[in-house]
């Protein structure tokens, strides 16, 4: 709002804002613009002023004085109390971007030198692309493939690193239609600078088109079930009775008691973890741990279908999570080619 009444932002100095976050962090950025821009004058203001008044001058001899308590208190006390609504306003802001809504769309990010590959929960896939719908809370679970990147959208007002070995994430709104940059902030080798995109937020309906278009493969969970069978997952995490390993079923999202102890929530962070290295968390009953060690051998991107299937096994999670519709569950025995199913057609107004 404050950004508005500026002039400059109407000279393109800032980079369009797009997002429900935008303005938010644009008045606060201008706040502290503004205060800084205030203290600098009136601090300059008073080395001028004093310099000229207290001069040397013929004659005058200088008063020397010991401090002033209530002086010194207020030069201290002031600047404090606004850096303290510089801190609040910013916590807020802060912890603001950590909470998605829980109705969030979500929207998975593998950044790999030098592209950031996009994988949507109805099968669709793209790199350097992303397609949201205007209104709609998107969540974005990120992993890197190699390196450190950095995900950045200025129109967005949002930028978040993407350090190997884990899920980081980000949210927004987006709030207009229109094409948007998007970078990597983050130097990751000698094609960093080409590591950029584009971001295209449209009505609903146009984004219901586009989705329709894509994910001849399936959806994100019917990709992780095929992984699933090919991987020989399904010899030991038997669907519906206990094999030599866990049962996935009903798992995403729950409680899961380790055997040293703890209790753990089965969420993408922990279910990456157990595809990648087993051995970190064993559950309970189940030690001493059996599951092959999968690192090197299942991609990120494939790491994030597979939780996409594990996740479309539990059919209390929302299902703006699990892609346009809950793919049918197969209890193929082991070995059976996976079903190949057609991809289902959205449907209108979704
Ligand atoms: Cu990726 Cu810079």
Redesign the pocket.
Known sequence: MLARLLFLADLELFPPAASAQAGPIDDLYWFEVIVSAIMTVLIFAAIVLFAWKYRRRPGVEAVQIEGSTPLELTWSILPFLVMLVMFGWGAQLYFAAQQPPKDAMEIFVT?K??MWKIQYPDGNREIDELHVPVGQPVKLTMASED????FSIPAFRIRHD?VPGHYDSVWFTPTKPGRYHLF??????NQ??G?IGWVTVMDQRAYNNWASGGGSQGTLAEQGEKLFQQFGCATCHLLDQQGRCPVLRDLYNKPVQLSDGRTVLADDAYLRESILEPNAKIVRGFEPNVMPNFRGQVSEENVIQLIGYIKSLSPQTPASQQGSQQPPVVLAPPGTPAKASPKPKPAPGR
């Open positions: 950044g030198q030098w390196v450190i990147h950095s993407v990597c902030t983050e130097y990751c080798g960093h600078a590591m």
